[in-house]
């Protein structure tokens, strides 16, 4: 019977795994933020042909259907270990703070800038393969522009407060994979964490940027000016709920323990 780690080998795995991420070559960390850019419009698709087969007999419920789908996606992401911008916030700090010659804000900076744009290039240029006519089913189109409307028309502190959460929720998902020991319980994270994001639903930069992308490809009522916007705002709300909540509250925790402890 396996025991769950306490605090102090959670944050040890952590910078074991946040040195690796720092570590990568460009060409690695640009193909596997590729590989995570197209690997999250799997999700996202499923989501909107699921919405639509399901809104019609049932309603709202299409909603909560859809959202146990996008998991799936998350799934793929963690199992196979590719680069998505914010949930690579806690392992990499993590390393960042353990080591005692340098701050590593170069190799942070280049980590995160590059997984954010390549994330996008990816997820972009694979949206582009499943707007072609014929390829997701009769509805699909129409429920993807609705959800990319409902979400540039929100209110910017709606939006930056969601991405919060949203940030908060795909970190703390990097903290739980940490703490726990098998494949199986590493899909099972992945999963509650993509349905939750779905179902709020919650902002990622990157799912959300996808999801208005797939509106102005399928003729929704959004614009490029809309989706540069959602870009800045998802973003910034990502960064205070992935760092400033959970990554910073997670690092102190260790302190405290470390200096109460000594």
Known sequence: MSVAPDPDEIFERAVAEGERRLDQSLLELTATSFIAGFTIV???????????????QFGEVAHVAGALT???????????????????????AAKAVDADDSWLLWPLFRLWIVTLVVNLVGGFLFALVF??????????????????????NRPIRGMFASAIIGGALV???????????????RITMAY????????????????TAIHVFFGLLFGAGVS???????????????LVGGIGLVTFTHVAQVHGATESNG
């Open 70 to 92: 996008f998991g799936i996606g998350v799934v793929f992401l963690v199992v196979g270990r590719s680069e998505l911008f914010n949930e690579n916030f806690f392992d990499p």
């Open 171 to 185: 970190s703390l998902l990097s903290f739980l994979l940490e703490a726990v020991n098998s494949v199986g319980s």
């Open 42 to 56: 799997f999700g996202i698709a499923t989501l909107g042909v699921v919405d639509a087969l399901v809104e019609p």
């Open 192 to 207: 509650v964490v993509g349905f939750l994001l779905a179902l709020g639903p919650f902002d990622h930069v990157i799912v």
């Open 131 to 152: 707007a072609v006519d014929g390829v997701l089913p009769s509805g699909s189109a129409h429920a993807l522009s609705r959800t990319a409307e409902g979400i540039v």
């Open 224 to 238: 490029y000016g809309s989706l540069v916007e959602t870009v800045v705002i998802a973003t910034a709300g990502n």
